[in-house]
């Protein structure tokens, strides 16, 4: 119960931190995606179902703040959650080198797919100037800031592990 709960606030402070703190942090005019950093994260920490679970609670309140339609991030989060867990066997505390691959390849295929559905549907075919304006920018943002934030949630889920082997 304590873990659910302790997630749940990282989630909701890694919202409201992506959606109005780091608007004033912004570089290029992008943000970093935390939530895709905890999804990422729990992921490879936890396992295929953690990482769900984070995936889709991160991309609901995505949906619910700011989409036009409920579920599309829900479903994207969650698509990226549930395939981060696939390498919670090979993923190991101290290793730095997958974490920051894993964000890399997520930041990269989730703006790949914001791109298709929200401006190649629409038929605006410019993928060069997305990808040098949006994709690039925020993946580095990202990936910098991963350097920081990957460690306090490592910190977090041994603790919460402590807690669950103390039970």
């Not at 950093?37 to 991309?59: A, D, K, N, P």
């Not at 080198?97 to 390849?105: A, F, K, Q, R, V």
């Not at 925020?138 to 889920?157: D, G, P, Q, S, W």
Request: aromatic share 18%; with cysteine.
């Amino acid at each position: 119960m304590k873990r659910c709960i302790t997630i749940g606030i990282i989630i909701i402070v890694c919202f409201l931190c992506q959606s109005t703190v780091f608007h004033y942090l912004e570089l290029s005019g992008t943000v970093p995606n935390l939530l895709l950093i905890v999804t990422m994260s729990f992921g490879l920490m936890r396992g295929r179902r953690e990482g769900l679970l984070v995936g889709f609670f991160s991309g609901l309140l995505i949906d619910i703040f700011f989409g036009k339609y409920l579920g599309p991030f829900a479903f994207i989060y969650m698509t990226m959650g549930y395939i981060n867990g696939f390498f919670h066997r090979i993923y190991y505390v101290e290793d730095v080198l997958l974490p920051m691959l894993m964000i890399t390849l997520n930041e990269f295929f989730f703006n790949v797919i914001v791109y298709a559905v929200y401006f190649l549907l629409r038929n605006r075919l410019d993928f060069g100037n997305y990808l040098a304006d949006v994709i690039l920018p925020e993946m580095m943002y990202t990936i910098l800031i991963t350097l920081f934030f990957y460690k306090i949630l490592v910190r977090i889920n041994l603790r919460l592990k402590k807690v669950k082997e103390a039970e």
